[in-house]
């Protein structure tokens, strides 16, 4: 596996001939009592009853190895280099039926805490740039492992979406010395017309112009650019953001099953790019988020490959629709 650079879009793929094809899972290895482990990197506490409560492991087929250096090379006008970085499964909860839409309060905390814990770690070392944490549900999602499982990868470039995000952050900010996603939750506050839920420091919502139909954003109200910070720093509000998770997974869950989640937080601000500047006014340009974005079968229409998104259910009617789903709560 290697890293090639697009010189058009300037986005990094990762590419090579996967030697080990599709994995089938005949037991699974992430229960507490899993005969061959994969390699334990931090554990969270046994709580309740159970021998652990959230843990994070090496990939068992990991896409970015810790081990070397990149080697970032050019080839006539192509760049390259080899996946250095890290891939980490974060095991969400000890019992193999307990997700993230039907957990506790207190076993999502945890959860929380394995991930913050793990972008801090991850972040200290010198050679990363971005620690993205993902977790794709179902078939259609490409769901891994049936263990309630999110992932998380280290890499040396931070990807295109978040790319996006941080370089419209910054010259939103340079203009209005403003953070664009605090003028964001302001406005839907203000006009509530697609709130799906507040909660303490918490909101969900949809974003104004969807990519898929029930896409959900959640923020905390409260400005901070980096989760990690959040999470460790005020502690006690994470029992909000678990139950807003909680409930609007439990929301989309009523209209499919599959989604895929992203936590998209700052990046590693060891790297101050002088050329790119992206990280001089990190602090107060972005802002750390959580987006759902359901997978629709019968509503992926795509048109000319998604180069333009297409939505047919409006935001509006969207969170109308949300907002009524009968949860638990
Ligand atoms: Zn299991
Ligand atoms: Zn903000
Ligand atoms: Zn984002």
Redesign the pocket.
């Given at each position: 596996m290697e890293l090639r650079k697009d010189p058009i879009t300037r986005s990094w793929v990762i590419t090579g001939d996967d030697p080990t094809g599709p994995r089938v899972e005949s037991v699974c290895r992430f229960c507490p009592d899993a005969a061959s482990a994969p390699q334990v990197i931090a554990t969270m506490p046994n709580t309740g009853g159970v021998p652990w409560s959230a843990r994070a492991l090496v990939h068992p087929t990991p896409l970015y190895h810790i081990e070397g250096e990149p080697a970032r090379r050019g080839d006539g006008l192509y760049d390259r280099m080899h996946s250095v970085g890290a891939h980490e499964v974060l095991v969400e909860n000890s019992r193999h039926d307990h997700h993230l839409w039907n957990a506790s309060e207190a076993e999502i905390e945890w959860f929380f805490r394995m991930a913050a814990e793990r972008i801090f770690d991850l972040k200290r070392d010198p050679r990363i740039k971005y620690v993205s944490l993902f977790k794709d549900y179902g078939g259609s999602a490409g769901q891994e492992f049936s263990h309630p499982t999110s992932q998380i990868t280290a890499t040396m470039f931070v990807p295109r979406?978040?790319l996006y995000?941080l370089r419209a952050g910054r010259e939103y900010f340079l203009t209005k010395e403003r953070c664009v996603f605090c003028d964001i939750i302001n406005q839907e506050e203000r006009q509530a017309l697609r709130v799906i839920e507040s909660r303490g420091d918490y909101i969900a919502l949809c974003p104004y112009a969807p990519r898929v139909p029930y896409e959900a954003w959640i923020l905390p109200r409260n400005h901070d650019a980096a989760f990690e910070h959040t999470a460790l720093v005020r502690q006690g509000q994470l029992a909000d953001l678990a139950a807003i998770l909680r409930r609007t997974l439990q929301r989309v869950r009523t209209f499919t099953e599959e989604f895929h989640l992203?936590l998209?937080t700052s990046p590693s601000s060891q790297h101050p790019s002088k050329t790119l500047g992206y990280w001089k006014t990190i602090d107060d340009d972005y802002h750390w988020?959580i987006?759902l974005l359901p997978v629709l079968g019968s509503k992926a229409r795509s048109y000319t490959f998604k180069e333009v998104y297409y939505s047919p259910v409006s935001s509006e009617t969207a969170v109308k629709q949300l907002r009524e789903a009968k949860i638990d709560g």
């Open positions: 979406r978040v995000e992203v998209h988020h987006e």
